[in-house]
C-alpha cells in the first residue's frame, strides 16, 4: 500500500508463415495443406485435404512454444482420450500427432458456420432456434460427461452449424492440454478457458471441475443468444472474471420482455455460481428447457435494469491491486452471513495522513506524514493513541513510504519504503529509535509478534522458501511455499493461528494461499489480478481496483479450524484511499478518506527545471485523475482523463489537446481504448480490447483516423507496447521478455540475467532498437536502461539508478533519455551517450507525480497530484 506508485510472449502464425512450412512439409504424405482458416489462443486451424480420403478435413497446430511446454507423449496420449466419443452432435477427433517438432490435430471439416459468426451477424437468434442449438449441444455433453469427460471451453467459436444440427468441436482438447501442461502452462500466459463463458470455479483454478462447470458454460452461450451479449462482459480479462465473481447476471425477462419466466428460471439456476445450485447435468438443464413456457411479456412500460459494471482501474497501492476471485474450496462450502460496515468515527484531523495501521488491540494508530521543501519531499512514522490528539514521530527522513503493519504485541512496526540509500521492509520500534532493515522482499511478524516471516527477494520461481527468523533478523528455519509465479508479493498471519496467507504473482493472476506451518496448502483464492490484502482473526480482507484511483475492498470469511475460505464475498467499502487495516479480532477496519487535486502543465523544460508553473500554463485541473503524453515534436497532447459514467463508475477518455491548452478532440478510433501513446507527432499507438477477448494495436492517424500497422494478439493483457515501422514490440504480462513483430516475423527475446522485470518500451526507430526499462533481479531496488538491438537481438545494459520509478525514450539531442524518479515525488533527467555514459541534464524543480518531455528536450508536460485525507474508524457487522 503506498502514497502512491509508479504503475508498473505470445506467438502466433502468418497466414504461411514457417510452422504451416514445417507442418505441410511433413505431412506432405497425408494431408495438403490449403489455407488458414483462423487462429486462437492456443492454436492455428488450416484447411486441408486428406490425400487417401480425398476429404477435406480441419488442421489444428498447437502454438509451438505451447507445444514445447506441455510435451509430445503427455499431449497425444491425453487427446486420444476424446477419439472415443461417438455422438451425432460430436465432431469426433480423426488424427493426431507430432510433425517437426509441432503438434496437431486433425478434426472433420464443417462447410457451414460457427454460432460465433451467426451471432455477429443476428446479435439476437428467436428463442425456438437458441433452443434448439443449446439442447443438440447439451444432448452432446450430456453424452461426453456419462463418459468422464468435461469439455472445459464451451463458447460460440466451439459450436458449429451446419444443415439446421449444431456440432461441438474441440471436446477433450482443452483438458489434454490443461493435464499435459499442468503448473508449467503459467510460462506461456495462456489461460484455459474464455472469461466471457468460464464458470466461477473454472476461474479460480479449481481442478476438480465437473459436468456442472459446462452447464455453466452452456447457460452463458444461451444468454448470449437470445440478450446478445454474454453474462459478463468487460473490456478485459481481469474485469470478466472479476464481475464473473461478483455480480449477478441481469435476468433474461428484463432484457427481452418475450422470454417465460420458466425459461428465465432455467437460465439463472445454471448460471449459478456455487455448483451445488446448478442443474446436476446437461440432461437435466435440456429438461428444463423442454417444459411448456408461459409466453406473458413483462410489460414494456417497466424499465429496462442497467447492468452494473464493477471498475477495474489502476490502484494507488503498492502491493493492493485488483482483488477478484473466490476460493475453489469456498464454492463448494457454507456461506457465512453477510458483513457490513457500521458505525464510522474519524480518527485524525489534519489532514496529511497516508497509510493508515490501526494497532490490533485498536488502541493505537500509526501513519505516514509527508513533508515537502522546493523540490524534495520525505515521509515520516507518526503514532499517537486513538481517541487523542498528542502524537509523537518514531521515525523521520524516508523518501519513499509503500506500506505500514503493527505487530500483534503492538512493540514493533514494519515500514516498506526507503530509507537513504536501502529499499525494503524495515523493523521499528514502537517507542522510535535506529530502523533495522529486514529483507528486499515482504515480510511480516508471526508467532504473537516475537518472531518474522521473510520472503525472498523478488524474483520467479517454482517454490519460494519464506524464513522464519528473529526479530533480529536471523533465519532459523523455512516453510516451502508452493509457486509458480513471478515473485511472492505479500504475506499475512491469521492472528491468534498458525496460518500463514502467501500471495504469488501469476500474471495477470494473483494465488493466495493459506498455508499451514509445514507449508500444507489448506486453501486458495486465485485473483482476477495481481492483488494485496490482510489477515484479520476471522476473515481475510482484499482490495479490489476500481475506476480511476479508486477501490473496494473485500471481506471473505476464514474457518480457523481448517483454514478455508467461505464462499461468500462482502464489499466493505469503495473509494479513494493509500491503505486499510484492521484490528487483530477483525471488529474493526481503519481507511483514509480524503480528496484529490490533478494538475497538468505544459511548460518549457527550463521552467521546468526551476519549478516554474504558471497558472496560465495549467493545461488541466481535475479531482479525478489527468495525465498527458507530450508528442515528440511537443506541439500537442494525449490527455487521459478518468471521468464519471452511469451507475456511479468512470470511465477512462482519451483525446488530443494543443501543447497550449485549449479544446479537446476525441481520439479518432471506435472501441474501448484501454492505452494511448504516441508513435509518431502525427500517429498515436492504441490497444483496444477486441469482442473475442484479444487485443488489437493500430497506429491512428489523430486527424483523419486513418490506421495502419494493424496486430491482432489473443490476450489482452499486456504490460507496455510500442510502435516499430511495419510491426511492434510489447512486453507481455509475465514482464519477463519482449516480444517482436516485424515485416512478417516474430521474435521473443527474454531479459538479460541482470534485469528481474521488464515494465516500459519506446521504440528508436532512426537506430532499429527498442529501448526498455527494468528493475533490478539480485537487489529488487535498482532500475535499469536498456537496449535491445532489432537486428541481431543484442541486449545492453546502459545505464543502472537506485530510484522508484523511470522511463526511456528516443532523442536525436542524445542517444537516450532516461527520466527517473529519484524518490516518490522527485524526478531527474539524464542523458546516455553510451552504456556507462550517464550525464544530469536536470532536476524538476518542484515534487511531481510525472514529467514527460519532448525529443529535442525543449518542452515538457508537469503532473502533479495533491492528496488531503484523514484516518477513519468503521464497526464491522457481521449479520
Known amino acids: 500500500m503506498a502514497l502512491w506508485r509508479p504503475r508498473l510472449s505470445r506467438r502466433t502464425f502468418s497466414t504461411m508463415g514457417d510452422e504451416a512450412t514445417l507442418i505441410a512439409a511433413a505431412l506432405d504424405d497425408r494431408y495438403v495443406i490449403e489455407r488458414q482458416l483462423g487462429a486462437g489462443g492456443m492454436a ?95 444432448s452432446a455433453l450430456d453424452y461426453a460427461h456419462r463418459q468422464q469427460l468435461v469439455h472445459r471451453d464451451i463458447k460460440p467459436e466451439n459450436i458449429l452449424l451446419q444443415e439446421g444440427e449444431a456440432m461441438l468441436a474441440d471436446f477433450g482438447i482443452a483438458l489434454a492440454v490443461k493435464e499435459a501442461g499442468g503448473n508449467r502452462l503459467t510460462q506461456t500466459g495462456l489461460s484455459l478457458g474464455t472469461p466471457q463463458y468460464m464458470s466461477p470455479e473454472q476461474a479460480t483454478g479449481d481442478r476438480g471441475i465437473d459436468a456442472r462447470s459446462d452447464v455453466y458454460s452452456l447457460a452463458a452461450v444461451l444468454y448470449e443468444m437470445l440478450a446478445g451479449e454474454p453474462p459478463v462482459t468487460g473490456a478485459s480479462a481481469q474485469s470478466m472474471i472479476a464481475k464473473l465473481m461478483t455480480e449477478t447476471p441481469t435476468h433474461l425477462r428484463v432484457l427481452r420482455n418475450t422470454v417465460s419466466a420458466e425459461l428465465d428460471a432455467a437460465v439463472a ?30 410489460p414494456s412500460a417497466v424499465p429496462v435494469a442497467r447492468r452494473s459494471r464493477t471498475p477495474m482501474l ?12 473466490i476460493s475453489a474450496y469456498a464454492l463448494k462450502g457454507h456461506a457465512p452471513g453477510p458483513a457490513t460496515l457500521g458505525a464510522k468515527t474519524q480518527l485524525t484531523s489534519t489532514g496529511g495522513v497516508y497509510l493508515p495501521a490501526i494497532s490490533p488491540d485498536g488502541k493505537q494508530l500509526a501513519f505516514v506524514a509527508r513533508h515537502c521543501v522546493v523540490a524534495d519531499c520525505t515521509y515520516s512514522v507518526v503514532v499517537q493513541d486513538v481517541g487523542g490528539t498528542t502524537t509523537r514521530t518514531i521515525l523521520d527522513g524516508t523518501t519513499a513510504a509503500y506500506d505500514l503493519t503493527w505487530s500483534p504485541d503492538r512493540r514493533n512496526l514494519m515500514y516498506a519504503g526507503t530509507i537513504g540509500s536501502r529499499s525494503g521492509t524495515f523493523l521499528l520500534s514502537a517507542l522510535g529509535g535506529e530502523p533495522r532493515w529486514l529483507t528486499g522482499g515482504v515480510a511480516t511478524f508471526y508467532a504473537g509478534g516475537d518472531s518474522l516471516l521473510l520472503g525472498p527477494s523478488y524474483h520467479a ?31 499475512s498471519v491469521v492472528p491468534g ?25 489448506a486453501d ?3 485473483n482476477a489480478c495481481t492483488c494485496g490484502g490482510l489477515a484479520a482473526t476471522d476473515a481475510v480482507w482484499l482490495a479490489r481496483a476500481g475506476d480511476g484511483l479508486e477501490e473496494s475492498v473485500v471481506r471473505i470469511a476464514v474457518d480457523r479450524t481448517n483454514g478455508h475460505f467461505a464462499a461468500r464475498q462482502d464489499t466493505m467499502a469503495h473509494g479513494v484511499f493509500t491503505a486499510f487495516s484492521l484490528t487483530g479480532d477483525g471488529a474493526t477496519m481503519v481507511m483514509d478518506e480524503g480528496t484529490f487535486d490533478h494538475s497538468v502543465w505544459a511548460v518549457s523544460t527550463g521552467d521546468a527545471m526551476k519549478g516554474a508553473l504558471p497558472e496560465a500554463q495549467r493545461v488541466a485541473h481535475a479531482s479525478t485523475a489527468v495525465t498527458a503524453l507530450i508528442s515528440p515534436d511537443g506541439a500537442k497532447l494525449i490527455m487521459r482523463r478518468t471521468l464519471p459514467a452511469a451507475g456511479g463508475h468512470n470511465e477512462i477518455r482519451y483525446t488530443i489537446m494543443p501543447f497550449e491548452g485549449g479544446a479537446e478532440t476525441p481520439l479518432p478510433i471506435a472501441g474501448v481504448i484501454t492505452r494511448a501513446k504516441w508513435s509518431d507527432s502525427q500517429h498515436v499507438a492504441t490497444s483496444i480490447t477486441t469482442a473475442k477477448g484479444g487485443v488489437r494495436l493500430s497506429e491512428v492517424n489523430i486527424r483523419g483516423g486513418e490506421q495502419r500497422n494493424v496486430l491482432e494478439l489473443p490476450d489482452s493483457i499486456i504490460a507496455d507496447f510500442t510502435a516499430l515501422d511495419g510491426g511492434w514490440a510489447w512486453i507481455p504480462i509475465t514482464r519477463d521478455r519482449i516480444v517482436v513483430s516485424e515485416k512478417g516475423q516474430r521474435h521473443e527475446y527474454p531479459m538479460s540475467p541482470w534485469f528481474g522485470n521488464v515494465f516500459q518500451i519506446a521504440a528508436d526507430r532512426a537506430r532499429h532498437r527498442a529501448l526498455f526499462t527494468g528493475l533490478n533481479r539480485a537487489t529488487g531496488d535498482s532500475l535499469g536502461a536498456g537496449v535491445l538491438s532489432l537486428d541481431d537481438g543484442k541486449q545492453t545494459l546502459w545505464s543502472a539508478r537506485f530510484a522508484e520509478d523511470a522511463r526511456v525514450m528516443a532523442s536525436p539531442a542524445h542517444a537516450i533519455v532516461f527520466l527517473v524518479a529519484e524518490t516518490q515525488e522527485k524526478w531527474a533527467l539524464y542523458a546516455l551517450d553510451g552504456p ?34 484523514d484516518a477513519w474508524a468503521n464497526k464491522v457487522v457481521v449479520h
Open 44 to 138: 492455428v486451424v488450416y484447411l486441408a485435404r486428406d490425400r487417401k480420403l480425398d476429404r477435406e478435413v480441419a488442421l489444428k497446430v498447437l502454438r509451438p512454444e505451447l507445444g514445447a511446454v506441455l510435451g509430445s507423449e503427455r499431449f497425444l496420449a491425453e487427446i486420444k482420450i476424446s477419439a472415443r466419443l461417438d455422438h451425432p452432435h460430436i465432431l469426433t477427433l480423426i488424427d493426431s500427432g507430432e510433425a517437426n517438432g509441432l503438434l496437431y490435430y486433425v478434426l472433420p471439416y464443417v462447410r457451414g458456420e460457427s454460432l460465433r459468426d451467426k451471432l455477429d451477424r443476428e446479435h439476437q437468434l428467436s428463442i425456438d432456434e437458441a433452443l434448439t442449438i443449446t439442447k443438440q449441444v447439451a
Open 269 to 298: 439456476k445454471a448460471l449459478s455460481k456455487t455448483p451445488a445450485d446448478r442443474f446436476t447435468s446437461a440432461g437435466e438443464f435440456s429438461r428444463a428447457l423442454s417444459v411448456k413456457h408461459t409466453t406473458e411479456a413483462i
Open 314 to 325: 489502476a490502484a494507488l497501492a503498492a502491493v493492493v491491486v485488483a482483488a477478484a476471485g
Open 461 to 491: 520461481d517454482s517454490v519460494f522458501y519464506v524464513r522464519v527468523a528473529s526479530l533480529d533478523g536471523v533465519a532459523h528455519d523455512s516453510i516451502r511455499i508452493a509457486g509458480p509465479g513471478r515473485r511472492m508479493q505479500a504475506l
Open 497 to 521: 493461528t498458525s496460518w500463514i496467507l502467501s500471495l504469488v504473482l501469476q500474471p495477470p493472476h494473483g494465488l493466495w494461499q493459506i498455508v499451514d506451518r509445514s507449508g500444507k496448502v
Open 524 to 526: 486458495h483464492v486465485v
Open 836 to 869: 556507462g555514459q550517464s550525464t544530469l541534464l536536470g532536476t524538476i524543480g518542484r515534487p511531481i507525480r510525472g514529467v514527460g518531455v519532448s525529443e529535442d528536450l525543449s518542452r515538457a508536460t508537469i503532473t502533479e497530484m495533491d492528496y488531503r485525507a
